[in-house]
């Protein structure tokens, strides 16, 4: 099956910076990549998706790429803000879900 | 407000009990998955349904169970629970315009002793 690799664990960065969160996957059928970010005691809520067929999707201050060539998918937060704290994870998908196994970020006020 | 829910939020019981946790999405969606959510493993899948009467086994499924009899209900049920199956149990629904999205519930606290 799918095997999705995602770095880093746990992530500090300070308010206003960027983070960058990157997934790799291992299945060439796989079409569709979603963002969901986890609060504490809450399930996940998908931030944003891409599908194979396109490189980069943006939504305000979160975009994602996709390298279909090298298997791999990012997800970038511009100008963070103590509320961008959370666990995100990634996932890939030709039918099935497939997750990574998350990272928490943390936004130093 | 369409929405999904699952019952109980939390629930400690003992090894060998019979358990069951309920989904329950009122979006009218084809599709309905169970996951389960460890320390390390992030969301694993244990069963899914693509309608009623239609249910398929995932990636951790020993020891679980599903039954489709509606659109809007998944229970998940532990035949005889073990302490390996203590975990945070979500439930996910997808089929709406576009079917790729799983949206999720709250999810469920289970603590076997």
């Known amino acids: 099956g799918e095997n999705v690799e995602q770095h880093p664990s746990t992530l500090s960065v300070q308010e206003g910076d960027s983070a960058v969160i990157k997934c790799t996957y291992s299945?060439?059928?796989?079409?569709?990549f979603p963002w969901y970010k986890q609060e504490l005691g809450k399930g996940p809520q998908l931030i944003i998706d891409i599908r194979s067929n396109v490189g980069e999707k943006k939504d305000q201050r979160i975009a994602v790429t996709l390298n279909k060539t090298a298997k791999h998918f990012s997800l970038h937060i511009t100008e963070t803000q103590p509320e961008d704290s959370a666990v995100y994870f990634c996932a890939a998908s030709m039918g099935q879900f497939y997750f990574g196994t998350g990272t928490s970020l943390t936004v130093i006020p | 407000d369409a929405e999904i829910t699952q019952s109980p939020r939390h629930k400690i019981t003992e090894t060998g009990r019979q358990v069951t946790l309920a989904c329950h999405q009122t979006w009218n969606h084809n599709n309905m998955f169970w996951y389960r959510q460890d320390l390390g493993h992030g969301l694993r899948l244990i069963h899914y349904?693509?309608?009623?009467?239609?249910?398929n086994k995932g990636e951790v499924s020993d020891g679980y169970s599903v039954s489709r009899s509606n659109t809007e209900d998944l229970p998940l049920t532990l035949e005889s629970a073990a302490s390996s199956q203590t975990s945070v149990y979500f439930c996910?629904?997808?089929?709406?315009?576009?079917?790729?999205?799983?949206?999720f519930g709250p999810g469920t606290r289970l603590t076997v002793t």
């Open positions: 349904s693509y309608g009623v009467h239609d249910t």
């Open positions: 299945d060439s059928a796989s079409n569709y």
């Open positions: 996910a629904s997808s089929g709406g315009t576009s079917s790729y999205e799983q949206y």
